[in-house]
Antibody, heavy 121, light 111 residues
Framework: QVQLVESGGGVVQPGRSLRLSCAAS????????MHWVRQAPGKGLEWVAV????????YHAESVKGRFTISRDNSKNTLYLQMDSLRAEDTAMYYC??????????????WGQGTLLTVSS | QSALTQPASVSGSPGQSVTISCTAI?????????VSWYQHHPGKAPKLMIY???KRPSGVSTRFSGSKSGNTASLTISGLQAEDEADYYC???????????FGGGTKLTVL
């Protein structure tokens, strides 16, 4: 079945770096755009970044632009989020999600279970 | 403030219907506004309930329906059940710069 499994979360000090991974299975990964979405404790969902199916286009939210970089390795069916200069406000559950496109629009249809990042000294 | 505004909470008794609104306060979002809706139980992966305003993915109960009027989209849940208690988020494409925005979320309580 279609599955997204995130990993790489943990506790990290402010200013440090961390890379999250998302392993995809059950669908042709290289044909789909992919997103990262996060949820800080007690807050709502916040879109973080998107990468096109072939990796040629990427967009990041203003809150992470210049610090986070989304990437993918289609040969490994894996999505990544490189996070640098981490701040306390980056503490959140991070979800990877698949983008499905129709002739009308694109939307997220499948989500992983998430990986928790805590930024704290 | 999110470009999509939702009520913080709604409630209803089992068997009743509730409607959750989602208003685009940005003209950029409003011009795209093919809203999707997600159900999120704490500790679980969010689940797609409605896409392109009114369409229901396979496997989603027919008790869930979507609509739109102008810059406001709505999710209606009929025949409320205890398992519907969750957070609900609307989502829209927002243009190349912002790309995707979520509403602030609405907590549904089944009384």
């Amino acid at each position: 079945q279609v599955q997204l499994v995130e990993s790489g979360g943990g506790v990290v000090q402010p200013g440090r770096s961390l890379r999250l991974s998302c392993a995809a299975s059950g669908f042709p990964f290289s044909r789909y755009g992919m997103h990262w979405v996060r949820q800080a404790p007690g807050k709502g969902l916040e879109w973080v970044a998107v990468i096109w199916y072939d990796g040629n286009k990427k967009y990041h939210a203003e809150s992470v632009k210049g610090r986070f970089t989304i990437s993918r390795d289609n040969s490994k069916n894996t999505l990544y989020l490189q996070m640098d200069s981490l701040r306390a406000e980056d503490t959140a559950m991070y979800y990877c999600a698949r983008e499905y496109c129709t002739s009308l629009s694109c939307y997220v249809d499948i989500w992983g279970q998430g990986t928790l990042l805590t930024v704290s000294s | 403030q999110s470009a999509l505004t939702q009520p913080a909470s709604v409630s209803g008794s089992p068997g009743q219907s509730v409607t959750i609104s989602c208003t685009a306060i940005s003209s950029d979002v409003g011009s795209y506004f093919l809203v999707s809706w997600y159900q999120h139980h704490p500790g679980k992966a969010p689940k797609l309930m409605i896409y392109e305003v009114t369409k229901r993915p396979s496997g989603v109960s027919t008790r869930f329906s979507g609509s739109k009027s102008g810059n406001t989209a709505s999710l209606t849940i009929s025949g409320l059940q205890a398992e519907d208690e969750a957070d609900y988020y609307c989502c829209s494409y927002a243009g190349v710069g912002t790309y995707v925005v979520f509403g602030g979320g609405t907590k549904l309580t089944v009384l």
